[in-house]
């Protein structure tokens, strides 16, 4: 079988182009991801989501 004489190149080429596409997009997925937390808890700081809310009402006073 006879093996076209550019192929090795092409092939290596094509390799390391696949290879950085995904280091890039692993290094923009995780960028993404800690600009997400970030901002998560940003918000949740400003928020504070795990505090009740106050009351609009008072309640009725009774007793006196």
């Given at each position: 079988?006879?093996?076209?004489?550019g192929?090795?190149?092409?092939?290596?080429?094509?390799?390391?182009?696949?290879?950085?596409?995904?280091?890039?997009?692993?290094?923009?997925?995780?960028?993404?991801?800690?600009?997400?937390?970030?901002?998560?808890?940003?918000?949740?700081?400003?928020?504070?989501?795990w505090?009740?809310?106050?009351?609009?009402?008072?309640?009725?006073?009774?007793?006196?």
């Amino acid at each position: 079988m006879v093996v076209p004489p550019g192929l090795y190149a092409d092939a290596a080429r094509r390799g390391a182009r696949a290879l950085w596409l995904g280091r890039l997009a692993r290094r923009v997925l995780g960028l993404l991801l800690c600009a997400a937390v970030v901002a998560f808890v940003v918000w949740a700081a400003r928020t504070q989501p795990w505090v009740e809310p106050p009351s609009r009402t008072t309640p009725p006073v009774r007793g006196w």
